[in-house]
């Protein structure tokens, strides 16, 4: 998410996107997020968390290459509904699996999975990978 994130400056930059459109792109991955975390619950109880997080996972990494080498705005709006496809499954998932890691652990532990998530997340807004280039 962090590289993602740091990313759509050179997005809006390459494809000439401007605030409207890269608006758009943005409500598009929520929506498919959306939708796909309807699935997701009922993908979660007949398959388990675990096996949706083995899938999902590695899933919205290979779809958010889409997004980040979109040709064009049109295919980066059909990317972008698939990346958040991907990561409202995966989110879905993550957070049902570690429902299950805390019930089994016998103490409160969520918590703590959520703010390495968001240390991971800051981490790669701050990778030298993710700074925006200029042309």
Known sequence: MGLWAAGLPSL???LELGPARLGS???LISGGA???MLVAGPLVDRWTSRRVCWFA???SGVVLLGP???PSYWSLAVLAVVFGIG????EV???AHSVEVERRY???IISAFHGVWSLGGAAGAGSPRSRCRTR
Do not use: I
Not at 87 to 90: A, F, I, P, S
């Open 12 to 14: 809006n930059d390459r």
């Open 25 to 27: 792109v943005l409500l």
């Open 34 to 36: 959306l939708v796909s």
């Open 57 to 59: 996972g590695p899933f």
């Open 68 to 70: 980040a080498l979109a």
């Open 87 to 90: 990561l409202g499954v995966t």
């Open 93 to 95: 998932a993550m957070n």
């Open 106 to 108: 016998g103490r409160p």
